[in-house]
């Protein structure tokens, strides 16, 4: 499935929003900066700010949801109306990255190359104490379990480029915080190739606090969920070329 070097590549952006009329615009100028990036939509999550405007006028398509959906349903309504055959792969790239999105351009490299199916990209050390590390091991420990052949440092980033040729096998995303550990899993366990690549991506980052432990804690919960889900569905593994 991986897309061969030498060919065109036609990527679509795809990116979630909600109330990020602060950055939105510099990660939709950073998106539209990658030469292999063709089409940037946000898929706006019923913000109350002023993201859809914002988006616009920096020259994105907008989505508009009448509801909040959360991440995944949002993301999953989005792809329904797009015509995705269109295009190579998608870029799912969070509305707060701003101009950090630029560092795609690692994850295209590696696309281009025919590296992987699924690319996450890899944050560096927090600016902030986070937790103690419960969650990022049970997606580790799920993530391993079902395939996955290297130890990924941030397997709950969001931040992804996949092949849109996996998409019919990672469908419909997740609900809730394990939407990402979800996605990884379905990946693996449908045989395609996932992996992680550096960057110095930013974003809003949760401290050690007892909002951030709220926010851990209703992660570990959610990815525990498709974890299991995960451990139901058949075993077996379809080799992909």
Same mark, same amino acid.
């Given at each position: *499935?991986?897309?061969? %070097? !030498?060919? #065109?590549?036609?990527?679509?952006? @795809?990116?979630?929003?909600?109330? =990020?009329? $602060?950055?939105?615009?510099?990660?939709?100028?950073?998106?539209?900066?990658?030469?292999?990036?063709?089409?940037?939509?946000?898929?706006?999550?019923?913000?109350?700010?002023?993201?859809?405007?914002?988006?616009?006028?920096?020259?994105?398509?907008?989505?508009?949801?009448?509801?909040?959906?959360?991440?995944?349903?949002?993301?999953?309504?989005?792809?329904?109306?797009?015509? *995705?055959?269109?295009? %190579? !792969?998608? #870029?799912?790239?969070?509305?707060? @990255?701003?101009?950090?999105?630029? =560092?795609? $351009?690692?994850?295209?490299?590696?696309?281009?190359?025919?590296?992987?199916?699924?690319?996450?990209?890899?944050?560096?050390?927090?600016?902030?104490?986070?937790?103690?590390?419960?969650?990022?091991?049970?997606?580790?420990?799920?993530?391993?379990?079902?395939?996955?052949?290297?130890?990924?440092?941030?397997?709950?980033?969001?931040?992804?480029?996949?092949?849109?040729?996996?998409?019919?096998?990672?469908?419909?995303?997740?609900?809730?915080?394990?939407?990402?550990?979800?996605?990884?899993?379905?990946?693996?366990?449908?045989?395609?190739?996932?992996?992680?690549?550096?960057?110095?991506?930013?974003?809003?980052?949760?401290?050690?606090?007892?909002?951030?432990?709220?926010?851990?804690?209703?992660?570990?919960?959610?990815?525990?969920?498709?974890?299991?889900?995960?451990?139901?569905?058949?075993?077996?593994?379809?080799?992909?070329?």
């Amino acid at each position: *499935m991986c897309l061969g %070097s !030498g060919k #065109i590549m036609k990527l679509l952006a @795809l990116v979630p929003a909600y109330n =990020e009329e $602060k950055r939105i615009a510099d990660t939709i100028g950073a998106l539209k900066s990658l030469s292999s990036v063709s089409e940037v939509v946000v898929a706006d999550d019923c913000s109350s700010d002023d993201t859809v405007n914002e988006a616009k006028k920096a020259g994105a398509t907008v989505i508009e949801h009448k509801y909040n959906l959360g991440k995944g349903q949002s993301l999953n309504k989005a792809l329904e109306s797009l015509e *995705m055959s269109k295009y %190579s !792969g998608v #870029i799912l790239a969070d509305g707060d @990255l701003a101009s950090s999105a630029a =560092e795609f $351009k690692h994850l295209i490299e590696g696309f281009e190359q025919g590296s992987a199916d699924m690319l996450i990209a890899g944050f560096g050390k927090p600016k902030k104490k986070g937790g103690f590390g419960l969650v990022k091991g049970l997606a580790r420990w799920a993530i391993k379990k079902y395939g996955g052949s290297e130890q990924f440092k941030t397997p709950l980033s969001g931040q992804r480029l996949l092949a849109t040729g996996i998409l019919k096998d990672i469908l419909p995303l997740a609900p809730g915080f394990g939407m990402e550990v979800d996605m990884t899993l379905k990946a693996l366990k449908a045989g395609y190739k996932v992996r992680e690549v550096p960057t110095k991506m930013t974003h809003d980052e949760t401290g050690r606090n007892l909002a951030g432990f709220k926010h851990r804690g209703r992660q570990f919960v959610d990815i525990l969920k498709v974890t299991c889900k995960v451990i139901l569905r058949t075993p077996t593994l379809r080799r992909r070329t």
